[in-house]
Nanobody, 122 residues
Framework: QVQLVESGGGLVQAGGSLRLSCAAS????????MGWFRQAPGKERQFVAY????????YYTDSVKGRFTLSRDNSKNTVYLQMNSLKPEDTAVYYC???????????????WGQGTQVIVSS
């Protein structure tokens, strides 16, 4: 069992930065790959970024490549999503999730956090 808690969301102007954190509980955290998804009002939850269990392999959706960086610290049971050059279209609730294998789709993820709101003003 893995419990996930996101933090770090907030209101930021376009061009600004935020760092989201996802703290995990449970002894098996380091055996899970992690992903971030986001959901804007009225839209489906969409994949943002993925990192494998050891943190050496990452994958990003095209719209955030070069702006977002995903990392993890297994000694702290935490995953970080650094978001730079934020745009109004990045506004959404951001969720971290845990999976046993690489995936960009929601059903492949076993555990989810409650989400953290990111609002980017123009």
């Amino acid at each position: 069992q893995v419990q996930l808690v996101e933090s770090g969301g907030g209101l930021v102007q376009a061009g600004g930065s935020l760092r989201l954190s996802c703290a995990a509980s449970g002894r098996t955290f380091s055996t899970y790959a992690m992903g971030w998804f986001r959901q804007a009002p009225g839209k489906e939850r969409q994949f943002v970024a993925y990192i494998n269990w050891i943190g050496v392999s990452t994958y990003y959706t095209d719209s955030v490549k070069g702006r977002f960086t995903l990392s993890r610290d297994n000694s702290k049971n935490t995953v970080y999503l650094q978001m730079n050059s934020l745009k109004p279209e990045d506004t959404a609730v951001y969720y971290c999730a845990a999976t046993k294998a690489f995936s960009t789709i929601v059903p492949s993820y076993d555990y989810w956090g409650q989400g953290t709101q990111v609002i980017v003003s123009s």
